[in-house]
């Protein structure tokens, strides 16, 4: 995994302004802390923070294409391409002669083989740059699920690049500056994809191909979720399935660096687990190591609720002795998620208020921390719950039949309550009502629908798509800003597009045909699992619910007040802070109730911080 940057200019000498380009590329130093590399042409500059993970020794970045001293194409790649090695043998039948064992080369002498079409051909989590001399053209292109990041600011001469806005905002020529529609992405529980917060930025969509040349940039969608008839039985289908994730599995066991993975307990992470031990112990490689984490004093005092029914420790134990790994346990304390460095790291590596999820954000940042002083790649189970039908919404009738985004209903949307101590006045100037309509109009223009496909099908088809398209990317951009802001590489092997392309035209009944939650998956990983970890109740991630982490909040929140100068103040209604920070804390503090808190928190380091210009 890297980080990439850059400049395209028709309009200016580059070679004039290479410490612009040095200076955003090393904004990224933490996604690639490795190597830096940077490679310049007339109108172009492209820079590389390089991870090392295959080919440690060759595949240093910009990669350049050359023949008889003429640069014919120059790449700078941040990601895996799991295919790589068929891809290679079948450029050597093409004439091509390799210099190193990467994917990065693969990827840029396909470019020469196929150009446009190349991002077609490629398996993996992908965001990279081609710069052609001979063209004059630029092109961005971003793998079809969104698993990396890559965002752009067209400018009158060309376009500014970098996998996150910090690389961007590293241009003298960009301004911090957020408009309305920016300031509801940060609120509301919606991704718009294509839209960054920051006025004039903008992200390249899943599955997106930009092309920048001299007359204009051209965008173009190379690949989309679209629908067909699915034939297949039952038996069939979990076999399929079952086939699909081992062939992904495989594919992202390969690592030139120590490998692991990431094991809560429940149904996805125990699967992927269990089939890269297989993997692992095939290829000699065993046995897996695996990683999981918890709260100081969470077992003694742990409270079940409406979607955390038990903890994760004993699920997670019992499965790690299940396959023979080499289990470790990261224990959090509390104390540690407030802790002022943890926040400016979080904070650095999200470059907006990462206000939902509230504590998971620095927990997770913890826990990549640690892995990473074991384990430079890490195998996670996320996108399984959209994929398979995994949360609670896929099943509850309100959900399904509410004119919105699902998990913004009744039931779901309190975990997602951050407007709590906003000014209401703001809220209805931002009008979220309506534009959280328009979003979810948009959206479901988009879904590919079987002709004649009506009632439930039709439904559950509108569900699936909203949470493959828009929100599994909240969960993608946080696994890779956490991950990578301690240099670790994350992969997700549920975001194999060849399985998301089967599995999201199983029929629904299908999908649940034993009247639970992922069914299929399930079914297909049974031989894999034991019976506790089989059975057991989607949980998400853990939070802590330890009231000590809300009274920090707390605390914290009565400063700010106490300061004039907040930047936040004019954002918050003052009646609801007084009333929030007056309340007392409970003997267990839940997510639910700390929406508000996190919100505001993070909104006045973000606005300090980074000195945004908030124009509403």
């Not at 409270?303 to 019992?318: C, H, Q, Y």
Request: hydrophobic residues 40%.
């Amino acid at each position: 995994m890297c980080g990439i940057s850059g400049w395209v200019d028709f309009r200016s000498e580059l070679p004039q302004h290479l410490d612009i380009v040095r200076a955003m590329t090393g904004t990224l130093a933490c996604r690639g802390p490795d190597a830096e590399g940077m490679w310049w042409d007339r109108h172009a500059v492209l820079g590389h923070r390089r991870l090392s993970v295959i080919d440690l020794e060759g595949g240093v970045q910009p990669m350049v294409a050359d023949a008889s001293g003429r640069t014919l194409a120059c790449l700078s790649f941040c990601g895996e391409v799991y295919n790589f090695r068929e891809l290679r043998r079948e450029l050597e039948g093409h004439g091509h002669v390799f210099r190193t064992a990467s994917d990065t080369e693969v990827v840029l002498r396909g470019y020469l083989q196929w150009g446009e079409r190349l991002p077609e051909r490629l398996t993996g989590m992908f965001a990279f740059a081609v710069w052609d001399p001979d063209r004059a053209e630029l092109l961005l292109v971003r793998d079809r699920m969104g698993v990396k990041p890559l965002y752009y600011w067209p400018t009158p001469g060309g376009v500014i690049f970098g996998s996150e806005p910090k690389a961007i905002l590293a241009h003298p020529a960009v301004s911090r500056r957020v408009d309305a529609d920016g300031l509801y992405e940060v609120l509301d529980m919606v991704r718009t994809p294509g839209q960054a917060v920051y006025t004039g930025m903008h992200e390249v969509r899943p599955g997106e191909l930009l092309r920048v040349r001299a007359g204009g940039t051209t965008r173009h969608r190379y690949w989309a979720l679209r629908s067909h008839e699915h034939t297949d039985d039952l038996d069939t289908t979990i076999a399929t399935v079952r086939r699909l994730l081992e062939d992904a599995v495989a594919g992202q066991v390969v690592a030139d660096v120590p490998l692991c993975t990431l094991l809560s307990g429940g149904l996805d992470s125990s699967a992927v687990t269990a089939l890269t031990a297989r993997a692992l112990e095939a290829e000699g490689r065993g046995p897996v190591r695996s990683f999981a984490v918890d709260f100081a004093g969470a077992p003694e005092r742990f409270a079940g609720d409406a979607v955390r029914a038990s903890p994760d420790t004993p699920f997670a134990r019992e499965m790690a002795r299940h396959v023979g790994a080499e289990h470790t346990e990261v224990v959090i304390d509390s104390a540690e998620l407030t802790s002022p460095a943890v926040r400016r790291a979080v904070l650095a590596a999200t470059d907006l208020p990462p206000a939902y999820w509230g504590d998971m954000w620095p927990s997770l940042y913890l826990l990549f921390k640690a892995v990473r002083e074991r384990s430079t790649v890490a195998l996670s189970g996320e996108s399984a719950d959209e994929l398979f039908g995994g949360y609670q919404w896929f099943r509850n009738p309100r959900a399904l039949d509410a004119e919105t985004f699902p998990w913004l209903t009744a039931g779901s949307a309190r975990y997602f309550g951050g407007l709590g101590l906003l000014d209401s006045g703001l809220v209805e100037k931002l009008d979220v009502p309506g534009r959280r309509a328009a979003r979810y109009d948009q959206a479901l223009t988009e879904v590919p629908r079987l002709p004649g496909e009506t009632g439930r099908a039709r439904r559950m088809r509108e569900v699936s798509h909203l949470n493959l398209t828009r929100f599994v990317q909240t969960l993608l951009d946080r696994k890779d800003r956490m991950s990578m802001a301690v240099g670790l590489e994350v992969r997700v092997p549920f975001c194999d597009h060849r399985l998301v392309e089967y599995v999201f035209n199983v029929p629904w009944e299908m999908k649940s045909f034993d009247g639970r939650e992922k069914s299929l998956l399930r079914a297909a990983t049974a031989d894999l699992l034991p019976a506790s970890v089989l059975g057991r109740v989607k949980t998400p991630y853990p939070a802590t619910q330890d009231p000590a982490y809300e009274r920090a909040l707390r605390a914290e929140l009565a400063e700010i007040v106490a300061d004039p100068s907040s930047p936040v103040l004019p954002l918050l209604d003052m009646d609801r802070v007084r009333r929030c920070l007056g309340r007392s804390v409970r003997d267990v503090s839940r997510p639910y109730d700390r929406g508000g808190l996190e919100m505001a928190l993070w909104l006045n380091e973000w606005l300090a911080g980074y000195g945004i210009d908030l124009v509403l």
